[in-house]
């Protein structure tokens, strides 16, 4: 996952501050020695960079005449100091110490003069890192105010491979707390992204639900009129079916236009349907009287036949009303009647010709006689 990590181990940097060997008490850190592996160069070798540096006016010296830089030879004993580089008031340019190949190493360098206080040496070698040599020592000489020679220097303290290991990991954990930043980062946007996407996707169902809503709403209310109309049409309908009377004493009664194959149970059910009533339940003359005088006004043929609500279905010779299940009070029997004939009449007509009762048959081919509250 890492392969920088390679990279890594190349990319290293050490400061390895010096100790100092001063001729005498100066106030503050005059000197510094750095030996910084460095990146890899442009001819992608590996630099070994060593610097040394020289504040003058922070020491006796009234002028600076010489810096020198002193370390191992390639492929010598490490432990060895030789000169490697110097620069110096009788040569113009920094110089490179006899046997070191210019082809290997660079070196730049000046001596401070007038104001300039600064004097330097940076020493590159273009070295693998495996034979870098640990110790070095920078060397500067010069001149005190009273005209006597000082000598300074200061040597790395060769503690560099815990400092690269170090700097190493700095720069590793460095860049995994990058990646994982960068990570975050896409994971973040990647989730705002989906967020914004089904907040939108969600406020798209709620329109379309909203809008199916109020079509259901519609459809509800057309299906609600269609219904009620359809209702209105199927009672005025059943409404044809019928005579209604006058009311008599906060009741009407009203009776079927057509004979059919009676059914009690249904003749019933049709009264309640046409007007909220039921099956006619008589229970004075007068009442009697004046549905006999109804139905006759309504075109009788005398060949109808009139059922109450009246039976002895549940007991024989024993007449209930059909929806109050009451016993009947007012019968007014026709001669030899009840004669419940052949054992099967338990339905009460009413003979309006006569106007007399008579047990009969209760599948008769009939019209029925209704009554409901006026
Ligand atoms: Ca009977
Ligand atoms: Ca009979």
């Known amino acids: 996952m890492f392969p920088l990590t390679v990279h890594f181990l190349l990319v ?73 580089a110097s620069v110096d008031l009788w040569t113009p340019q920094p110089q490179l110490s006899d046997g070191l190949d210019e082809s290997h190493v660079e070196v730049l360098g000046k001596l401070g003069s007038g104001n300039d206080s600064q004097s330097w040496l940076i020493f590159s ?14 060397v500067a000489n010069g001149l005190a105010t009273d005209g006597q020679a000082v000598s300074i220097s200061t040597t790395s303290d060769g503690d560099t491979d815990s400092k690269i290991g170090m700097r190493n990991l700095q720069i590793i954990t460095q860049q995994i707390t990058n990646e994982v930043i960068n990570l975050t980062s896409q994971v973040k946007a990647t989730d705002q992204i989906l967020t914004s996407k089904v907040r939108a996707l969600q406020e798209s169902v709620d329109a379309v639900r909203e809008i199916t809503n109020a079509q259901n709403s519609s459809l509800q209310q057309l299906q609600d009129g269609v219904f009620y109309w359809t209702e209105q049409w199927k009672l005025v309908s059943l409404m044809n079916n019928f005579d ?15 004979a059919a194959p009676f059914d009690i149970q249904a003749a019933n059910a049709l009264c309640a349907a046409a007007s909220g009533g039921h099956l006619a339940e008589i229970e004075t003359k007068d009442q009697n009287d004046f549905v006999v005088n109804f139905v006759k006004s309504k075109n009788v043929d005398s060949a109808n036949i009139y059922f109450l609500g009246g039976n002895d279905i549940e007991e024989e010779g024993v007449w209930r009303h059909y929806h109050s299940k009451k016993p009947i009070s007012f019968l007014n029997w026709g001669e030899h009647e009840p004669n419940n004939s052949a054992g099967a009449e338990h339905c009460l007509e009413l003979r309006v010709s006569n106007n007399k009762y008579n047990d009969k048959r209760c599948n008769s081919v009939a019209k029925f006689i209704c009554e409901s509250p006026a």
């Open 12 to 84: 290293l940097a050490v400061a390895c501050s010096g100790r100092h060997l001063v001729s005498r008490p100066v106030s503050a850190v005059p000197f510094k020695l750095d030996v910084l592996p460095d990146s890899e160069g442009q001819d992608k070798k590996h630099y070994l960079t060593i610097t040394c540096k020289l504040d003058a006016s922070l020491t006796s010296m009234e002028k600076v005449t010489a810096l020198t830089l002193y370390g191992p030879r390639p492929y010598g004993a490490v432990d060895r100091m030789d000169p490697l």
């Open 125 to 138: 070698w273009k070295s693998p890192m495996n034979s870098v040599p640990k110790h070095y020592k920078c």
């Open 244 to 258: 209604f009377s006058k009311p008599l004493s906060g009741k009407t009664y009203f009776v079927s236009k057509t």
